[in-house]
């Protein structure tokens, strides 16, 4: 199944893995608005209208309940299904589409109602209050943390739960209040008709879709989901994946071959960039950012954010460590190893709000070091003017790429809204070098870390982005040398000592795996993350990673092929956690540790040597037996019982209901994106009630739904990549054989469209939202549909966000036309679904454009406030 | 002109390619890796029009070219819902018709070789009248298919070459020597399939080598290399022809009796391909010609005649003489 | 049913990876919607042609194929002049014939993408290469008749008494080698007027080809055309009529010639009757016609004036003719109709395309399917 991603466009090489899977008899399915080259290769296509998967999703939920499909054994033994929830949780069915502990006052929710009963939970993933040991009484100050943005600590690993043996379960799935008639109670209106209406699936295709995966999802048979952006870039991003969870928990495809959810990840080594984050709210391995008021001390930090139970209970070994790391000898137990030097977060630095700093002035410097966000950022008007705010930007790249040169010839300098010459951004260009010219790793959507090797020099001045911030910081820790100034110290006594080599100091990047992968005390390579300890004998720069290095041996540079050894492929690169291909995979055996059918069997206990074993790496304590029970008061992984697969997670289980960690309810619920043709069939409430939205001139939105002035915009509009770009165009635009590939902007209309909208096929079209217009090229294509919506006809306008004004193609860039309302857990913007209006014929020039676009919202009666209402629901819920 | 004229393969094992086109993801990587790999220069930058095909066509500059089809008819027991959507008539005969209108405009510079200088102007987009679907827009599939030159057993660029400069390798495949060839061109309206092209700034023609270079240092073609699906299988023609029959025959058990081979038979118009394929379709739908002949198979009639014709000539005059002696 | 498993003791049945089967579990009835629909009367992709037409240029190559007959047609003039005691005729034709030869050699050269490579012609000698058997003829009619035309040159000077031409003893010499590389060269001349023919033809351009019996005896009399014309005007009145005579039974043969392609090729000699190349062949038979008409007349009454303008009008039908099948050739090659509809009505009456031609089940309702005509 894939879905919310183009996954033979966007993944073409992955994607040779789902052709051997069909060869193997596999079932390919695609949902996708446009017909792609992925839906021409699948068995089922189901288009649907962009922005609506969670009805689909919560339409299968329903389709499973209703008829009993679910796995049963799995869901009783694996997940949270059986748990009862407290008494104050009211969910959207009596709010109209809120959840209970909605706060008019904050425009957010006080999680505190959401929990299990009997006992308090802080999740790990996602937002995590402090303190929450102190407060097990449930009430407590659950906003308070809420502008850190410390958004997603910890990935999805895990959540802190302080007493298991207070959960209440009824095994039975009958209790009212037990996460299974929850669920079936909050989905039991996403029937076949609701997503008819919703989404604008025909009834008969939803039905086949959902017998298509019901009947490949049992014990001998397992469905996988794929999803990538088409998915993410919602208001309601993350709940699209958590509905994917909930419908592959309940269908016991987790941790189980040939299931899971997969996140198709984008830029190669975007997986390692969470990992070793370019995010500014983790440090490595997903350990959270310590607060400035609440974690003075390293003891505070880990007692507040580490899990009494699961693997997070080791939470202060992997932070020593990293400490370690970071500053060696300097790292003391008497100087709490440092942990004061880690910088505090402050409040949301997300890059969305980093621009509202820009256009607020508060942000004065901005390195852009492998982005092109004058191209590929939602509201790229914003984003320059956020970039002509700076005093200084440094842009890293290998070419000119728009944001190095919008302050000359941007589309804001086309239409007079800014002058090179009163722009007082100093803006420095260096040359990078590309990944062919340098050394590293990249850790991709499978958690694997692969070698690459330099293969030529950098061209020129050009250099790696390693050789640059090394030589930065030796460069600024020279000038520093012999300060005995306090605040100098974290950077002085920084480990800042990487072996050079060549004509240019290259450092090694071998050298700096090896210390992502640690040392133990004697500076031998670790092996394992379970080696590492909290007394500062080991150091270790991402927990996570620890074994990358394993022997002294570079283990991501191994390339033995598949036909050498098992199916599994230990041997080809190296994956974290501990080289495990498959995460949680206990779950691909039954509760007495045989595999749920022969035919499915990857791991399993084997009686005989008192251990698991299987194909991969076992993801459980390898010789924790099946009818393990734990005694009272365990701890850390000890504290979880011989069925208890979701090790990360606190009570072992599988979260159909997410009792903290979310900003947007414990359940995921459709919401329509934050522009909309149609109003929401299902609630009252409209929109995600937590979403992010600005009151910013720069950034208007458009009515929705039965607003008044929504029928200005009346088509839905989606982004997305083509095979032959990249990404902002920075790798392909440059480069003659991609760009001839596909030489120019475009849009895809349907016939339908382009005979209502009078387009033509090569013709020219604008495109306008509230913030800008474009033009485009018009391709007439049969791919496109519109769909049957609610009471009306929707018509949908796809644009590919490849192009810009630079390289050797250029082309309006679609980031024009979107907006800053973002997801509030991840803080991602909604590219994926808007609405539009389209035009025949190219963009007013100049001015003009301008007057074209503030025409539009004077048309729609577009103030500051449209469409940042939070709630439009009826009832505003309790604050229970 | 048949066997006895046209030299055979000679030496190694054939080798050759078989495209499985039921399989190709249209993902171009072929047509990127060939470039790459052989340094040929871009094709020139136009939006064509033809779905996702911007290159159009093989040519000097383009060794390996994706084809791409939209087409109102369904594939196999692939259900892409379209036939119940609220839909209108189809679009996809309509805008190839535009794009044919767009060529029609500019004879002579489109049809050629450089694809790029294509520039289909726009066109009104069809409103419901006869060039649609009676019913609607019905049923949609997307084909998409790789070209390349088909290293043909009875190569007519290999046979009209005056130069010699066009040869047959010890792995059965045609080579054009871009030292010996001096751009004469006979080669470009010899190829049956529209193959071989002159590079206009550089003078002499230029195609697909079958990576020649890097098959006698036993890597496989850059193109298949790099194909993801195993669209492009190289390997020695015989095992290739037998995996090729056994897949028509796996695809017609599932519903798709309108798969077939192209160029894998032995005794057609060229002898059979080197390069050969499944296709979904038609050939021409694919721009293939349904049934290729080697120019030179009709030669030596055609010397024949040339001779007879020659000796007439030499008559008439003869007669001339003698009736417009008087005259 | 997946053919594959994962068992404790591994994989099972792992099929070969490449064998994935598109769109066979959709689940809905084969062939619905694939009613054998009434092919398609044409398709193609996307109007774009099948083949490469020739990237010759008009003048270098059309020109060649005129001035490569001229060549041979005067040649043969010459020589029956030379045998019949026509001075003015072999002397016309054999200066006729060299220049001719000059010109299309060097528009052969000059259309060669690599002009300075001319040589590598003479690497090989290939009966399958028309074009190599012409480079051989050429290169051997080339010389003869240079020398024959030299022999007339320096005989003319010598009998101008131009200061520093040849004593009268080598006169002799010289008229001898005139007569013998003159006669040599009418030998060869016959197979210069008609290997064109076959050089074209010997093409996938599907007028070319197709016309493959006709064309090197459209060519040859088309050679007696334009040769003929150009000597008949060019030579004394009273010697002409040989010419006159070659010139009007090589036009009438060519236009009898095309009316018979017209006939047996069908729809794919329409280009010959469309657009520019059809406005070529219109002049060119206008033209043919009143030179012949021309011709006629001065043979009745002798009249110098009758056959220049008779002469240049048959030669210019020659020429008009050449150029007509050289674009009517290029069109039918840049249409992809003229080639997928000759080849399809072949390959559905054999009953094969290639190795399997499947019943063709898939068809959709679509009339004209993907593929349409260009407009
Ligand atoms: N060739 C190429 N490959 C790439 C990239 C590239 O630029 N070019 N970029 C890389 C990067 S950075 C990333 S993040 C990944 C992204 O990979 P993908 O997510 O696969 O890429 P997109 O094309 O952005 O979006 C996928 C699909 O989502 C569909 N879609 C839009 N809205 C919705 C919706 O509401 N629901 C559903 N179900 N589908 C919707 C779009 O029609 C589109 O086909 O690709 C990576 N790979
Ligand atoms: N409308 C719309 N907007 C989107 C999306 C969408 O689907 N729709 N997708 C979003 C997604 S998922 C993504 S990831 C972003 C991508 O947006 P960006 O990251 O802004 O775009 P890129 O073009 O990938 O920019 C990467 C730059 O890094 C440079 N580069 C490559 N390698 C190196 C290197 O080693 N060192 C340095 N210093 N530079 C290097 C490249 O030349 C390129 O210019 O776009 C987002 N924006
Ligand atoms: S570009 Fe790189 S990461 Fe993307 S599919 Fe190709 S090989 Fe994979
Ligand atoms: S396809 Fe054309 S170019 Fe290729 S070998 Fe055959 S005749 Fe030659
Ligand atoms: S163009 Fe070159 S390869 Fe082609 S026939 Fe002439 S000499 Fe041979
Ligand atoms: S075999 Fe080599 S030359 Fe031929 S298309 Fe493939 S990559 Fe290009
Ligand atoms: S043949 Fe292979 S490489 Fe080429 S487009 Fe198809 S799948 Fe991609
Ligand atoms: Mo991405």
New binding site residues.
Partial sequence: MV?????A????VGFQWVMAAKARGATLIH????L?R?GALADLHVP??????IALLGGLINYVLCNGLEFREYVVAYTNAATIIGEQFRDTEDLDGLFSGWQDDKAGYATDSWQYEGTSVASSAGKRERGTRARHDGQGRSHERQATGRGHEHGSHGAALSDLSNIRRDETLRHPRCVFQLLKRHYSRYTPEMVARVCGIPVDVFLQLARMVTDNSTRDRTTAWA????????TVGVQYIRAASVLQLLLGNIGRPGGGILA????AS?QGSTDIPTLYDLLPGYLPMPHPDAHGSLDEYVADDSADTGYWGNMRAYTVSLLKAYWGEAATADNDYCFDYLPRITGDHSTYQTVKAQLDGSCKGYFLNGENPAVGSANAKAQRLGMANLDWLVVRDFALIESATWWRDGPEVESGELRPETVGTEVFFLPAAAHTEKDGSFTNTQRMLQWHHAAVDPPGDARSDLWFWFHLGRRIRAKLAGSTAERDRPILDLTWDYPTSGEHAEPSAEAVLREINGRAADGTCLSSYQQLTDDGATACGCWIYCGAYADGVNQAARRKPHTEQNWVAPEWGWAWPANRRLLYNRASADPEGRPWSERKAYVWWDEGKGRWTGHDVPDFQPTKRPDHRPPPGARREDALSGIDPFIMQADGKGWLYVPAGLSDGPVPTHYEPQESPVPNLLYGQQHNPARQTSRRTVDPYQPSGDEPGSGVFPYAL??????????AGGM?RWLPYLSELQPEMFCEVSPELAREAGLEHLGWATVVTAREAIEARVLVTDRMVPVRVHDRIVHQV?V???WGGNGLTTGDSANELTHLSLDPNVHIQET??LSCDVRPGRRPRGADRIALVEEYRRRAGITAETGTAPRTAASPGGTA | MSDGLLEQPTGRQRMGFFTDTSICIGCKACEVACKEWNQVPDDGLSLLGMSYDNTGMLGADTWRHVAFIEQDRPLGRQNNSVTVMPTGPSGTASTAAVVAAGLGDKHGSMLGTQTGRVHPGPQPHATPDGHVSPGGRTELRWLMASDVCKHCTHAACLDVCPTGSLIRTEFGTVVVQEDICNGCGYCVPACPYGVIDRRERDGRVWKCTLCYDRMTDGQEPACAKACPTDSIQFGPLDELRERAARRVEQLHGVGMPEARLYGADPDDGVGGTGAFFLLLDEPEVYGFPPDPVVTTRDLPRMWRHAALAAAGVAATVLAAFVTGARR | MTRHEVRRDGLRDETPEREALIGAKGGRRPGRGGEMVPPAEFRSYYGRSVLKPPVWSARDIAGYLFLGGVAGGAALLAAGGDLTGRGSMRRAGRLISAGATGLGLAALIHDLGRPARFAHMLRVLKPTSPMSVGTWLLGGFGPLVGAAAAAELVGAATAAGVSGALPPSAGAAVRALGRSSGLAASLVAPALTTYTGVLIANTAVPLWHDAHRELPYLFGASALAGAGGLVAASTAVDEAGPARAAGIAGVLMEQALDRRIHKRLGMVAEPLDQGYPGRLMRASRLAGRAGAVLLAGSALRRSKALDVAGGLALAASSLLARFGYFHAGNASATDPRYTVVPQRERADRAGSVGAQHPADLGGGRGVRGEGQEPA
């Avoid at chain 1, 999803?227 to 919602?234: D, I, K, L």
């Fill in positions: 879905q919310g991603s183009n996954m466009e966007c993944h073409p949902v996708d608005p446009r792609t992925t649907l209208r962009a922005g609506t998967d999803y990538a952006v088409g998915w993410t870039q919602h198709l990840r984008g830029h975007i989606t982004t997305y990549r083509l095979t032959e770009h990249h990404t392909s796809g590919p966000y490849h994926k679904a």
